[in-house]
């Protein structure tokens, strides 16, 4: 899809031309991509740690951010596949919203910390428990507070298939997704080709890591294939040998099936705006949906360039603007001003 014309109707969500504009010297949708990860310096941002212990015996970890009295609207913030506490993109949203009296509490999902899991289970695409249970937790320690959440890559992935899953129930006030692959199988695929190739190694090779320091202490149950794993040269064989059999999906195509959120876009009953690149190099433009697969409350906002994860924009001198930031942080102060 290029160059969509907004579209707005009773029945479907909409989606908008964004008016981002890329730095004059950040066109090339790998720069946008590369940029932030190597030369941008990590934002600074307290964080006070709290580890949640979980009714299966494992735990989560939360990264506290903003003022301490307990008091304004809270954000939920959910990093991407090889993410955590220290993700440039989510610090720099943090900042953001804490500059308006915003809390946030970033949760590291299960496995993805410097201390390893205890169990085999591990983060992936289509795990929505541990999020959900942390909006649950949330609600009950501060009914009152209005409760937001943002995620990026495979946080928005999670963000958005939690959404659809549970519709009118939903916990939270309006959420913001960026970079949101909808269909992991065709995103797989594109990541094997030409030089996408560097992204799709650069990741494998981050989640080995993880999976070296966690198969010390924790065994690998059959059928998963820690070997395997680490002998992948793509996705489909990285999660045939392990995410999915470690996770109770049958097989990489079965996981993507499952966990892929464009299907679950129908289902949104809460104020959500999606915020993709048509050139992020993740993903081809196929991928993105078209109205008629919106939920009402869901705005698609479609940007020419950006990226994956990048979206930055020339700031003041020419200084790079990291626009996503901008943009989601404006959107939830949108959002919680008409909640009232």
């Known amino acids: 899809m290029h160059g969509p014309a907004p579209k707005v109707s009773v029945e479907h969500g909409c989606i908008i031309a964004s008016g981002f504009k890329p730095h004059p010297l950040l066109r090339n949708r790998h720069l946008q991509t590369i940029f932030p990860t190597l030369l941008r310096p990590t934002p600074p941002l307290e964080v006070r740690r709290e580890r949640l212990e979980l009714d299966d015996g494992d735990f989560v970890d939360l990264g506290w951010s903003g003022n301490t009295q307990g008091t304004g609207p809270l954000a939920i913030l959910l990093h ?62 501060e009914p009152a507070t209005p409760l937001y959440a943002v995620g990026w890559s495979m946080g928005a992935n999670i963000l958005i298939k939690a959404l659809g899953e549970t519709g009118e129930q939903c916990l939270l006030n309006a959420a913001a997704a960026a970079c949101a692959p909808f269909d992991l199988r065709l995103c797989a695929e594109r990541l094997r080709r030409g030089f996408p190739r560097v992204y799709q190694d650069h990741l494998i090779k981050g989640l080995g890591v993880r999976l070296r320091r966690k198969h010390g202490p924790v065994p690998v149950p059959p059928p998963a294939s820690l070997q395997g794993a680490l002998e992948a040269r793509d996705f ?74 990048g979206f930055i924009a020339a700031g003041a001198g020419g200084r790079p603007l990291y626009w996503l930031e901008q943009r989601v942080a404006e959107f939830l102060f949108e959002a919680d001003a008409a909640a009232g």
């Open 236 to 309: 489909f064989a990285f999660d045939d040998a392990y995410t999915a059999p470690i996770n109770g999906y049958p097989d990489a195509l079965g996981y993507y099936a499952q966990a892929s959120c464009g299907q679950f876009l129908k289902g949104v009953r809460r104020p959500t705006l999606v915020v993709n690149a048509v050139d992020d190099p993740f993903m081809e433009p196929s991928v993105i949906p078209d109205a008629g697969q919106l939920a009402p409350p869901v705005t698609l906002e479609l940007a020419q360039q950006g990226g994956h994860l």
């Open 80 to 141: 991407g596949l090889t993410g955590g506490f220290e993700s440039k993109y989510l610090r720099g949203t943090a900042q953001r919203l804490i500059a308006r009296g915003w809390r946030t509490v970033a949760l590291q999902l299960r496995g993805s910390g410097p201390d390893t899991n205890r169990l085999p289970r591990c983060y992936n695409h289509g795990d929505t428990a541990d999020f959900l249970m942390l909006c649950r937790l949330l609600r009950q320690r």
